[in-house]
């Protein structure tokens, strides 16, 4: 029991929780220095305890639904004043984070002051002088090393430490990484965008070259491995996007889903697709104005949060349709900071993210030649790219279009070798963006002038 009382109120309490629930780094101190018997109510120690618990068994923090599993062993008297700090410490962000850190580090300063006292002075009593000088030196470095913020320094000898626990965490994810349906680009990843990384892949390419397909594409191979999806449609219909994961999944020619003529097999087909994937996919239709900004993304992140319904991959179609936060008169400083927004999300939440861009429109006399887009060539902001983990680029001559051939080229990976091309097959009347069955192009069949058909 510390010696120091713990004084703080039910409210400077629950931004304690609230943090520690998007913070592991600070929840891990909060677990070693914050006594769980003298919080305000047995509803905090309830929440502090499940936190502690998930802490040291997997060295992560624990989901909503987990916390919903766990109130549902409890008995009713007991779970609705529970559910009411649980829902006020999931749904808001904390009040004053810099304050809590002061105050809970100051707290642990002055108990670990009031540990070492006693503790030296036994040592001092018993005769042990030396004994009890040393101890008080080594005491005092780690009273002055105690510290709540984002920035603590880290030494050489917490290295292993925290590399276990940072290992811990991808492994209690279930699977870290979200595969891309794509052999060849799981492996210039290594394995797949990672959620626990919260990497942000971007798709650039020219208008009507298929980046949306893509997404669909990627869309598609998480929830066959059994990811959730939430994917915000803010380009096209949102009746467009449903009939195109339709016309993926089911392998059905997307113009007879528009023209709604159906074979009888196509249509029982349809009807056992929602049953197969139901809970995997959520379309989000931001396309009902122009005004829609990553606040938007973060607020409906929020609400299926409430649901209980945590999404393994966030795909947003696309990102260069959104505003910022905060408003700018410049078009590539507010599409930095949409770029900014959404990998802040990610990384918050451990999701992988996808999204596409915009490329520069080719000159007249360069339309038809062969060539392949680089980073260079994104529009609007090349800051854009800076901000990325991986960028794919989409390359089709008109040959190539015709032959149903994409060259799918890994210019930018932050984490391993990129700048490979990858020739996929495709079929864009079922939206297959690569064609599992055939698989992709060998370079042989490929003519080697920048490995494009011609």
């Given amino acids: 029991m510390s010696a120091v009382p713990f004084q703080f109120g039910a409210k400077f309490q629950e931004s304690m929780l609230s943090l520690m629930l998007r913070d592991i780094s600070f929840a891990d101190k909060c677990v070693e220095f914050v006594p769980a018997e003298h919080l305000h109510s047995e509803a905090h120690r ?35 004043p529970i559910l009411k700090i649980v829902d006020r410490c999931f749904n808001h ?16 300063k002055r108990t670990n ?25 080594k005491a005092i470095n780690h009273l002055h090393s105690i510290n709540f913020n984002d920035e603590e320094t880290i030494d050489i000898k917490d290295f292993e430490k925290l590399r276990q626990r940072h290992n811990a965490q991808k492994g209690i994810v279930r699977g870290a990484d979200i595969t891309t349906g794509i052999k060849e680009l799981d492996e210039i990843l290594g394995g797949g965008l990672s959620k626990a990384e919260g990497e942000f892949g971007c798709i650039l390419g020219e208008a009507k070259v298929g980046k949306s397909i893509a997404l669909i594409h990627f869309g598609f191979a998480a929830i066959c491995h059994g990811y959730k ?48 994937y139901s809970g ?51 078009t590539d400083l507010e599409q930095r900071d949409v770029f ?87 079929d864009f009347d079922r939206m297959i963006f690569h064609n599992p069955v055939w698989g992709t192009v060998p370079k042989k069949f490929m003519r080697k002038r920048d490995g494009a058909f011609v």
Avoid: C
Wanted: aromatic share 8%.
């Fill in 280 to 330: 995997l996919l959520e379309l989000v239709p931001f396309n009902k104005s122009w005004e829609y900004t990553t606040q938007d993304i973060d607020t409906k992140l929020k609400e299926f949060d409430r649901k209980g319904w945590i999404p393994d991959l966030i795909i947003v179609d696309y990102a260069d349709l959104l505003h910022s936060r905060v408003k700018h008169h410049r």
């Fill in 340 to 426: 900014r927004d959404l990998k802040s999300i990610a990384m918050t939440r451990k999701v992988a993210l996808w999204s596409a861009s915009q490329a520069q429109r080719p000159r007249k006399e360069e339309a038809r030649k062969i060539r392949t887009i680089t980073g260079a060539s994104v529009s609007e902001s090349y800051e854009k790219i800076r901000i990325i983990d991986f960028l794919g680029t989409l390359n089709q001559t008109p040959e190539e279009k015709q032959l149903g051939v994409l060259r799918l080229h890994a210019d930018i990976y932050r984490s391993n070798r990129s700048d490979k091309t990858i020739n996929l097959i495709t």
């Fill in 46 to 80: 309830w929440l502090f305890q499940q936190i502690q618990s998930r802490y040291n068994s997997a060295a992560t923090i624990p989901s909503r639904v987990e916390i919903d599993e766990g109130m549902k062993r409890l008995n009713k008297f007991k779970r609705k």
């Fill in 93 to 108: 962000d904390p009040e004053s984070p810099d304050f809590v850190r002061e105050q809970l580090a100051e707290f642990a």
């Fill in 229 to 276: 999806v939430a994917h915000f449609v803010l380009e096209g219909t949102t009746e467009q996007t449903m009939m195109r994961y339709q016309a993926r999944i089911g392998r059905i020619p997307h113009k007879n889903l528009k023209s709604n003529e159906l074979t009888p097999e196509e249509e029982t087909k349809l009807e056992g697709l929602g049953e197969r």
């Fill in 113 to 137: 002051f009031a540990d070492l006292f006693a503790h030296s002075q036994i040592l001092y009593n018993e005769g042990k002088h030396d004994d009890s000088y040393t101890y008080v030196l």
